[in-house]
Protein backbone atom coordinates (compact mmCIF):
# COMPACT_ATOMS: atom_id res chain seq x y z
CA UNK A 1 0.00 0.00 0.00
CA UNK A 2 0.97 3.77 -0.34
CA UNK A 3 2.17 5.18 2.57
CA UNK A 4 3.17 9.32 3.27
CA UNK A 5 4.39 10.51 6.32
CA UNK A 6 5.63 13.90 7.25
CA UNK A 7 7.47 14.94 9.52
CA UNK A 8 9.96 17.98 10.25
CA UNK A 9 7.44 19.84 11.99
CA UNK A 10 7.77 21.99 15.10
CA UNK A 11 7.82 25.87 16.68
CA UNK A 12 9.90 28.32 15.30
CA UNK A 13 10.18 32.15 15.67
CA UNK A 14 9.34 34.09 12.82
CA UNK A 15 11.81 34.98 10.50
CA UNK A 16 13.28 31.22 11.09
CA UNK A 17 13.28 27.92 9.11
CA UNK A 18 11.70 24.68 8.90
CA UNK A 19 12.45 21.84 6.62
CA UNK A 20 9.62 19.46 6.28
CA UNK A 21 10.24 15.89 5.25
CA UNK A 22 7.73 13.22 3.86
CA UNK A 23 8.36 9.84 3.59
CA UNK A 24 6.95 7.52 0.79
CA UNK A 25 6.43 3.71 0.70
CA UNK A 26 4.33 1.62 -1.47
CA UNK A 27 5.89 2.28 -4.71
CA UNK A 28 8.53 4.56 -6.83
CA UNK A 29 7.29 7.76 -7.09
CA UNK A 30 10.23 9.19 -8.96
CA UNK A 31 8.16 10.61 -11.80
CA UNK A 32 4.71 11.57 -10.24
CA UNK A 33 2.94 15.03 -8.91
CA UNK A 34 3.78 15.51 -5.74
CA UNK A 35 3.23 18.42 -3.27
CA UNK A 36 2.27 20.32 -0.13
CA UNK A 37 -0.37 21.81 1.05
CA UNK A 38 -1.45 23.14 4.73
CA UNK A 39 -4.46 24.21 6.81
CA UNK A 40 -4.43 26.88 8.89
CA UNK A 41 -6.73 27.13 11.58
CA UNK A 42 -10.48 27.73 10.68
CA UNK A 43 -9.02 28.15 7.27
CA UNK A 44 -9.70 25.72 3.93
CA UNK A 45 -6.56 23.79 2.95
CA UNK A 46 -4.81 25.40 0.27
CA UNK A 47 -2.03 24.61 -2.11
CA UNK A 48 1.95 25.60 -0.90
CA UNK A 49 3.72 23.52 -3.37
CA UNK A 50 4.54 21.09 -5.82
CA UNK A 51 6.43 19.59 -7.99
CA UNK A 52 6.87 17.60 -11.28
CA UNK A 53 9.63 15.06 -12.12
CA UNK A 54 13.48 16.15 -10.70
CA UNK A 55 13.11 19.45 -10.77
CA UNK A 56 10.08 21.34 -12.45
CA UNK A 57 8.38 23.48 -9.69
CA UNK A 58 5.42 26.28 -8.86
CA UNK A 59 4.16 27.82 -5.56
CA UNK A 60 1.95 29.49 -4.44
CA UNK A 61 2.59 33.51 -4.26
CA UNK A 62 2.25 33.14 -0.42
CA UNK A 63 5.26 31.53 -0.17
CA UNK A 64 7.16 32.41 -3.53
CA UNK A 65 10.97 32.74 -2.83
CA UNK A 66 11.13 31.83 0.66
CA UNK A 67 10.09 28.11 0.47
CA UNK A 68 11.87 25.57 -1.89
CA UNK A 69 9.94 21.64 -2.63
CA UNK A 70 12.48 19.00 -3.65
CA UNK A 71 12.38 15.12 -4.20
CA UNK A 72 15.41 12.93 -3.25
CA UNK A 73 14.19 9.97 -5.84
CA UNK A 74 16.65 7.11 -4.33
CA UNK A 75 14.78 7.87 -0.84
CA UNK A 76 11.56 8.12 -1.98
CA UNK A 77 11.38 11.18 -0.29
CA UNK A 78 9.90 14.73 -0.54
CA UNK A 79 11.08 17.93 0.94
CA UNK A 80 9.69 21.63 1.76
CA UNK A 81 12.62 23.64 3.13
CA UNK A 82 10.67 27.04 5.04
CA UNK A 83 12.65 30.20 5.44
CA UNK A 84 11.80 33.55 6.85
CA UNK A 85 8.96 32.08 7.81
CA UNK A 86 5.93 34.28 9.44
CA UNK A 87 3.21 33.83 11.46
CA UNK A 88 0.32 33.63 9.07
CA UNK A 89 2.87 29.88 7.99
CA UNK A 90 1.07 28.38 10.83
CA UNK A 91 -0.99 25.25 9.89
CA UNK A 92 -0.58 21.40 9.29
CA UNK A 93 1.08 20.95 6.57
CA UNK A 94 0.14 18.20 4.40
CA UNK A 95 2.06 15.50 1.86
CA UNK A 96 0.29 15.01 -1.47
CA UNK A 97 1.27 12.29 -4.33
CA UNK A 98 -0.84 11.59 -7.60
CA UNK A 99 -0.21 7.94 -8.13
CA UNK A 100 -3.25 6.82 -9.87
CA UNK A 101 -5.25 8.52 -7.06
CA UNK A 102 -4.99 10.89 -4.11
CA UNK A 103 -3.12 10.11 -1.22
CA UNK A 104 -2.18 12.27 1.47
CA UNK A 105 0.23 12.46 4.66
CA UNK A 106 -1.36 12.38 8.26
CA UNK A 107 0.38 16.30 8.35
CA UNK A 108 2.79 17.56 10.49
CA UNK A 109 2.05 20.82 12.76
CA UNK A 110 4.25 24.12 11.95
CA UNK A 111 3.81 26.76 14.10
CA UNK A 112 5.43 30.49 13.94
CA UNK A 113 5.23 32.88 16.39
CA UNK A 114 5.87 36.67 16.53
Known amino acids: QVQLVESGGGEVQAGGSLRLSCAAS????????MAWHRQGPGKQREWVAS???????NYADAVKGRFTISRDNAKNTLYLQMNSLRPEDTAVYYC????????WGQGTQVTVSS
Open 51 to 57: IIGGAMT
Open 26 to 33: GSTFANNF
Open 96 to 103: YLRHGADY
